[in-house]
């Protein structure tokens, strides 16, 4: 059975979150894949269904990135389909089973990112170092909400970095961040030293680290914003796709939510493979996908170009078509 459409919503005049037509729905779903017929599916695809169906009928040994962002460990309810929360040991079991399920998906060079919470990620540790070798945890800032009177306010959420093997893809200088310099050390002959002097300020591209405080969630005002309750930015999914991945690479999202993966792995020049459960989330994935065909910047996206330096506000970079 199909999910039902969400009702309309009243919207500020200035609000560019995406929105579907009765005849948005019925192009866009002829596009997604909801049972793989024979033995190869081809890439770049949105299928539609449970990750753990579809998993024994990929091809094993052709992924290079999986980006795994399944729900957390808590009660969130995803457009009328409820995750409740369970015992720490339930959730371990259960992310045990979907890891176990995706491995032999993966190649031997395969890099991994798996998403959670402070609280998940209790969980996460223990399946990643079992089936993965783990690199390294990134925490980002995802400043929203209100907070509580009793508790510190959750404002960050965890990354773990793994790979498949000591063999694996990392472009550091792709994801090099551009800061300003405050201490502008010289050459004896007077010149920059590991600095540019530019008209805007001196600057330096300095090593990426594991906390990013440079990331936003999408929000209202922004046209990548979906009504899905727990929306990635591009702008992050694009530091790990430049990082973990290059130009051909085969990226998959086996909990697509709204399509940002798919959308940024086209961006940038990847194949993909997105898999949600939930109708809507597909037909919101390819209609951003949609979009991004259309946009004029897509080949300097594809390039890396777009995203890799912060030469300009984060309110600009997190902007998508």
């Known amino acids: 059975m199909s999910d039902p459409p969400q009702?309309?919503?009243?919207?500020?005049?200035?609000?560019?979150?995406?929105?579907?037509?009765a005849a948005d729905r019925d192009r866009l779903q002829a596009n997604i894949v909801t049972e793989i017929v024979g033995t190869e599916l081809p890439p770049n695809q949105t299928l539609q269904g449970n990750c753990l169906d579809f998993a024994p009928h990929l091809p094993q040994d052709s992924i290079d990135l999986l980006i795994l962002d399944p729900p957390y460990n808590l009660n969130k309810t995803f457009n009328g389909q409820t995750f409740v929360k369970q015992s720490v040991s339930a959730y371990t079991d259960w992310l045990d089973h979907i890891c176990s399920t995706l491995k032999p998906l993966l190649k031997p060079s395969a890099s991994?990112?798996?998403?959670?919470?402070?609280?998940t990620s209790t969980s996460i540790f223990t399946v990643a170092h079992t089936h993965f070798h783990v690199r390294n945890r990134i925490t980002w800032e995802r400043e929203k909400g209100r907070g509580a009177r009793s508790n510190w306010k959750n404002a960050s959420e965890d990354i773990w970095f793994c790979t498949a093997s000591n063999t694996y893809t990392f472009n550091c200088q792709a994801v090099k961040q551009r800061r300003k310099v405050l201490a502008p050390y010289r050459h004896h002959d007077g010149s920059p030293k590991d600095w540019?002097?530019?008209t805007q300020g001196n600057f330096r591209d300095t090593y990426p680290s594991n906390l990013w405080t440079d990331i936003s969630i999408p929000f209202w005002s922004m046209p990548e914003n979906t009504d899905h309750p727990t929306q990635k930015s591009e702008k992050l999914l694009a530091k790990l796709v430049l990082a973990s991945s290059n130009p051909g690479d085969l990226v998959l999202d086996?909990?697509?939510?709204?399509?940002?993966t798919s959308v940024v792995a086209k961006k940038l020049g990847r194949q993909y493979w997105g898999i949600?459960?939930?109708?809507e989330y597909c037909l919101w994935a390819e209609r951003r996908l949609e979009l991004a065909d259309a946009d004029p910047r897509i080949q300097g996206l594809a390039q890396g170009i777009f995203w890799e330096r912060n030469t300009v506000p984060t309110s600009r970079l997190n902007r998508s078509t």
């Open 254 to 260: 086996p909990f697509l939510g709204s399509g940002t």
């Open 196 to 198: 540019v002097q530019t």
């Open 7 to 21: 009702s309309p919503k009243k919207r500020a005049s200035r609000n560019r979150t995406l929105t579907l037509s």
């Open 276 to 279: 949600d459960i939930n109708l």
């Open 112 to 119: 991994i990112y798996i998403c959670g919470d402070w609280f």
